[in-house]
């Protein structure tokens, strides 16, 4: 428990000396930054095995660890505390692992830009706020966690911040977060005011003692927060803007961590779900309703990064879908998987765009499989792997959710998602048609450059694609026994026996395996059909189909298809609407305000100046400066004292 | 002790007159300095007359008139020196030409 701490000094030991020396040492700036983060992995991963193991002083129910009082106010006491337990562990080894790896692929992907400290630096402070928002034992640290997260994204999104565009998408990424951000807070509030601590331990503990409604009220702004951080319905318009940043930003701040959040704080705070079941129905409507929505705008994307961030969203509202029907570890499972195959999907895809020279239009791409085989390779199991075949990672935890809300009654939850494990699987493939077979149309002068990444880049996607390939295999067989279950069942179990949704036996030859052989059966058909649309050769099995751009373009001009094709190609005009109902209407609203202000506020301030001053300009004249007046004027008040003194007391 | 409180007061108030006269009518710097000297002493002798027929207030009264002698001179030496400090950026010692304060 003693080692907790570390966890989180190395990281900001690193940012700060980054910070400090990195200006004056460019070319060795990064040196601290990686030292820091291969600290902080070594020692998370001592703890996180010590935390799974229910052994080493963790006990079943984590350990606890106080380091200072933060607010000793009267009557508002805040602790700088630490927390580990089971499902802290799980989060820790996602958030160190994959930040290692990511600092590891920069090495290679930002050898060349002058401000690599500067992007170092942003990365350590990055990796600490994650790993205190994780770590953090109350609200109130969560949400400081939180709001560092947020503040980083925004550092690191606007990282090149000479193009407009990266700035504006970090602005637009800051604001939409801090929605949320005002559901969260409000929530802490009414935490304090209900329950008069913020220890998270102890909030558990009484929550049942909160009256109903404000338990609906606390879920729900939580909730809230986390619809902001984890960027689902409404406020999913910030993420994929969020890929203007660099791509080892978007793949581990965007899709393997930060975006995470979210998830993590419903998991954490599940005795406060299950204690409002209203609004779980709202989690998991919104979970699938944003798995839909954004799967259905991946199908027409051209920029890579961008399908990979609207399937980010996908994969995120699946998640949530598996909080909302009560199959909590099946969605840290998917939380866990998704980490190391997105995070490997994002670096894939930062590999491509170095080989191709910095261009994502994947309509400029094609024929990459022989001229970069290890990022497509590794890219291959990170699309067969979300996509959910098995036996990788995606397959099994994707089943768990769908059988969790098959089996918990959820229907319609599992009809969206059944359909939306399609979709899935049809855009990454599209994608990977896309980016890696058929013909090149690379730009011919690029054509020559195109080369594999270096060691520092290709290592990295080496070691991320064991986890996405067999990382489900390992913690999540068998199914709902495997050993992730085993090492969550003590965060949840008092959650899910109040809930009454039993974790039923999984039963291969019954409904379960059903699911999953359908589930499997679907998502097979829908690559075969991205494949004969988007040409593959795959000489090994003596396949091969061409490429058939024109069908892919008949096919989105049918009649019955085309207005789809139209709204997905608009991302169904959120930002549109964002932009009229925001930036016009609201716009507006805050010019009158301004001439509110202008002219009444202003006005009023002003004017008590400008009569102060006048009437002192006015009483300024009676002081000549001449020491006689005034002493003449002491001696006849001296004389009046005097007269009233003898006229009226006595 | 001769004669009564009353002539010793009557003096007191004759001579505080005359210096505060003299403070507000003098144009001289040093003859205001001087004129405020009058005021002071004419206080301290009433004080001292009290001392002498009222004999609760003897010692008070002496103690008050020696600390009140003491901040005379010391008053006296800073105001002359302010007096001289303004002579020398003036070149002159009429008040009615130190305007500074209106300024």
């Known amino acids: ?650 | 002790m001769s004669g009564s409180l009353d002539s010793y007061l009557v003096l007191s108030g004759l001579l505080f007159a005359i210096g505060s006269f003299g403070f507000l009518a003098r144009r001289n710097a040093i003859s205001m300095l001087m004129s405020i000297e009058l005021m002071v002493n004419a206080v301290n002798l009433s004080v001292v007359a009290f001392g002498a027929f009222v004999p609760k207030l003897q010692t008070y009264a002496a103690v008050i008139a020696l600390i009140v002698i003491a901040v005379a001179a010391a008053e006296a030496t800073v105001g002359l020196a302010l007096v001289i400090a303004i002579y020398r950026n003036r070149r002159t010692p009429l008040v009615d030409e130190y305007d500074a304060m209106s300024q």
């Open chain 1, 1 to 650: 428990m003693a080692l907790v701490p570390l966890i989180l000094l190395f990281p900001l030991l690193g940012f700060a000396a980054t910070g400090i020396f990195g200006r004056s040492y460019p070319r060795e700036a990064h040196r601290f930054a990686m030292a820091a983060v291969i600290a902080s992995w070594l020692v998370a991963s001592v703890v996180a095995v010590g935390a799974l193991s229910h052994g080493f002083g963790f006990g079943d129910h984590g350990a606890g660890i106080t380091l200072w009082r933060w607010i000793p106010a009267i009557g508002f006491t805040a602790d700088v505390g630490l927390y580990v337990d089971s499902l802290t562990a799980c989060l820790l080894l996602v958030v160190t692992t994959i930040g290692m790896l990511v600092h590891v692929y920069s090495l290679g992907y930002m050898a060349h830009d002058p401000g690599r400290w500067r992007f170092f630096s942003y990365l350590n402070l990055f990796m600490f706020s994650m790993l205190l928002l994780v770590l953090a034992d109350n609200f109130l640290l969560v949400f400081a966690g939180w709001e560092l997260v947020g503040l980083c994204s925004y550092l690191l999104i606007g990282f090149w911040f000479p193009r407009r565009s990266a700035a504006v998408a970090a602005k637009k990424a800051f604001l939409v977060n801090r929605v949320g951000d005002m559901g969260f807070a409000l929530a802490i509030m009414a935490i304090w005011t209900q329950l008069g601590t913020l220890n998270m331990q102890e909030v558990f503990a009484k929550f049942g003692a909160v009256p109903h409604e404000w338990q609906i009220a606390i879920a729900a702004l939580l909730f809230c927060g986390a619809v902001g951080k984890s960027a689902q319905f409404p406020l999913h318009v910030w993420l994929p803007d969020a890929m203007e940043g660099p791509t080892p930003v978007s793949a581990l701040i965007h899709a393997a961590t930060m975006v995470n959040a979210g998830v993590y704080l419903v998991a954490r705070a599940n005795p406060i779900f299950g204690a409002a079941s209203e609004v779980m129905v709202v989690v998991a409507a919104i979970g699938i309703f944003t798995a839909i929505l954004a799967a259905s705008i991946a199908f027409t994307q051209t920029d890579i990064k961008r399908v990979l961030a609207y399937s980010t969203l996908s994969q995120l509202g699946y998640m949530f879908a598996a909080l909302g029907v009560g199959a909590w570890t099946a969605a840290i499972f998917h939380l866990m998987t998704h980490g190391f195959f997105k995070g490997l999907l994002f670096l894939d895809s930062g590999s491509v765009i170095h080989a191709v020279g910095d261009e994502q239009d994947m309509r400029k791409m094609g024929g990459l499989a022989r001229k970069i085989p290890i990022t497509y390779a590794t890219m291959l199991i990170g699309a067969i792997a979300i996509s959910g075949l098995p036996p990788l990672a995606g397959f099994f935890s994707k089943d768990e959710i769908l059988g969790g809300a098959f089996k918990n009654g959820f229907l319609w939850v599992w009809g969206i998602g059944f359909l939306v494990a399609g979709m899935t699987a049809f855009y990454m493939f599209r994608l990977i048609g896309m980016t890696f077979w058929g013909e090149s149309r690379v730009d011919p002068e690029k054509e020559l450059h195109i080369h594999e990444s270096p060691p520092s880049m290709t290592r990295p996607l080496i070691l991320l694609a064991i986890p996405a390939a067999a990382l489900g295999l390992a913690i999540g067989f068998p199914p709902e026994t495997g050993l992730l279950h085993q090492w969550l069942s003590p965060v949840f179990e008092s959650t899910i026996a109040a809930g009454g949704h039993a974790e039923a036996a999984y039963n291969f030859f019954g409904i379960d395996g059903a699911l999953a052989i359908a589930t499997t059966a679907l998502v097979a058909v829908a690559i075969v059909v991205a494949w004969r649309l988007f040409g593959v050769e795959i000489p090994a099995l003596r396949l091969r189909a061409e490429a058939r751009p024109e069908q892919v373009a008949s096919l989105s001009q049918a009649r019955a298809l085309a207005p789809l094709y139209r709204g997905s190609a608009a991302k169904w005009w959120f930002d549109d609407l964002n932009d009229l109902l925001f930036v016009r209407v609201g716009g507006r609203l805050a010019n009158a305000a301004w001439w509110f202000d202008r002219t009444v506020v202003d006005g009023t301030v002003n004017g008590i100046g400008t009569v102060t001053v006048g009437t002192g300009d006015r009483l300024r004249r009676i002081q000549t400066g001449h020491v006689q007046n005034y002493a003449l004027g002491i001696a006849f008040g001296l004389i009046a004292v005097a007269i009233g003194y003898l006229l009226i007391v006595r």
